[in-house]
């Protein structure tokens, strides 16, 4: 069964750095976009990063995409999230997600992605 499984998530200082990892198995394609999709209380859910598994195709959301770099790992199925100089809006449960392309990144539908992980906390105190 597919599993994505999330780590690196904490509580760090405004300004700081955490560096997330998602370890996918069991996906069902030969190539598939994983990245990650955060939401805090009261706000919609919002696409951070995507990469595709072929190349170095990147998403960056508007907010993070100076701060943030995604990458994966040589077997394709690990990547990993750097986040630096943190804000305390970047605060919320961050999603690693998997689907064949990278539409809903780009697309702003993160109901269309097929699998998620179960999220791992990521809290700035300013």
């Known amino acids: 069964q597919v599993r994505l499984v999330e780590s690196g998530g904490g509580s760090v200082q405004a300004g700081g750095t955490l560096t997330l990892s998602c370890a996918a198995s069991g996906l069902p394609y030969s190539s598939h976009c994983l990245g990650w999709f955060r939401q805090a209380p009261g706000k919609e859910r919002e696409g951070v990063a995507a990469?595709?598994?072929?190349?170095?195709?990147?998403y960056y959301g508007d907010s993070v995409k100076d701060r943030f770099t995604i990458s994966r790992g040589n077997d394709r199925n690990t990547v990993y999230l750097q986040m630096n100089n943190l804000k305390p809006e970047d605060t919320g449960l961050y999603h690693c997600a998997a689907d064949l392309g990278c539409g809903g990144w780009w697309d702003h539908r993160p109901s269309q992605i097929v699998y998620w992980g179960q999220g791992t906390q990521v809290t700035v105190s300013s």
């Open positions: 990469i595709f598994s072929k190349g170095s195709t990147t």
